[in-house]
């Protein structure tokens, strides 16, 4: 296809680490699109070989060429264009946020580190959690220029927080526009009066105790799904929101979209994996739009900002007692 940027062979190469929810539902949805092909990764024997299978025996239903191989090992990755890393395991009860971090960090790490090795050039997104430390444990074991490491998370906000507004305005989604930075979770900062229906900006459309209302749903919306699934998180919005990103890059797009990316000195931040509106095409991070804020957003975004600074000095201190 024109404008992809494949090395090897006719179709770029993907690889998605972690074939669980999210892992499985990026391969399905970026297979459908049938410009690459994909390697699905994970530790547990079999699993991703037989998603990849599975996968496979969609395309003459659907009609699609996509390659799909599933393996234990990094091997079949080698030269990848982009790599999804989705590793990592969900908090179980009685289970610490250190306990957590720690075992996510350990596997982000040494999964970057087998990719990296066998494919230097790709461009990575993050999408394992906490979503903006994991982005630096990527980081900081790729050695990677920034632009080539990217965190996944503001794409399904904002798609959160679209599919909200359509609903209180019962109005297409297509004609929605929802604008969000900072960090993924809690401390997501939406920003309403970027935030449009046709270009008109919802703080004209709905009264201020409703956007509140919607901006607090959306920064709860990964809470909200997980109590409604009980035994998982989000897997169909997250793994299509991946898949945006991938098409940003793979076809060239400079699609303007919000990613978690290291600032160094942006919005007066420096050397912390943040959410910002970036430029995604084939280099990766392109650019990033700095815009200016008011007081109150700058406020909630150096707030986002110091809370994954701590999380960053946590695996500092989680790094060396280990
Ligand atoms: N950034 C976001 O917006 C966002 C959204 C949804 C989920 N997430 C995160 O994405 C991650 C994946 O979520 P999920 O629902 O797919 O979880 P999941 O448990 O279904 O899948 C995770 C997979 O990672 C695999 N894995 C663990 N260690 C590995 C290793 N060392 N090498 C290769 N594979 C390994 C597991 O075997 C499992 O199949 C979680 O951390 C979740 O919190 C992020």
Known sequence: MAGT????????????????????????????????????????????????????????????????????????????????????????????????????????????????????????????????????????????????????????????????????????????????????????VPLSRYSTVSGIPITELLPPDRIKALEERTANGGAEIVGLLKTGSAYYAPGTSVVEMVDAILLDKRRVLPASVLLQGEYGISDTFVGVPIKVGAEGMEKIFEITLTSDEAAALAKSAASVQDLVAAMARLAAES
């Open 5 to 188: 940027r494949g090395r090897g062979g006719s179709r770029p190469k993907v690889t998605v680490v972690g074939a669980g929810m999210v892992g499985g539902t990026v391969a399905q949805m970026l297979a459908l699109r049938d410009y690459a092909d994909i390697v699905l990764v994970d530790i547990v024997e079999g699993m991703p070989q037989g998603k990849a299978l599975d996968l496979l025996q969609v395309g003459p239903i659907v009609g699609y060429d996509t390659q799909l191989t599933g393996t234990n090992g990094y091997d079949e990755t080698v030269d990848s264009d982009v790599v999804v890393i989705t590793s990592g395991i969900a908090r179980k009860p009685g289970m610490s946020r250190d306990d957590l971090l720690r075992t996510n960090m350990g596997i982000v790490r040494s999964v970057t580190q087998q990719v990296v090795e066998k494919s230097p050039e790709a461009i990575i997104i993050v999408v394992s959690n906490p979503l903006d430390a994991m982005c630096h444990a990527a980081f900081d074991v790729a050695g990677f220029p920034r632009e080539r490491v990217i965190g996944m998370a503001g794409v399904l906000d904002a798609a959160r927080f679209r599919t909200f507004i359509a609903m209180e305005l019962d109005v297409s989604v297509e004609d929605v526009t929802g604008f969000v930075l900072g960090g993924h979770g809690d401390t997501m």
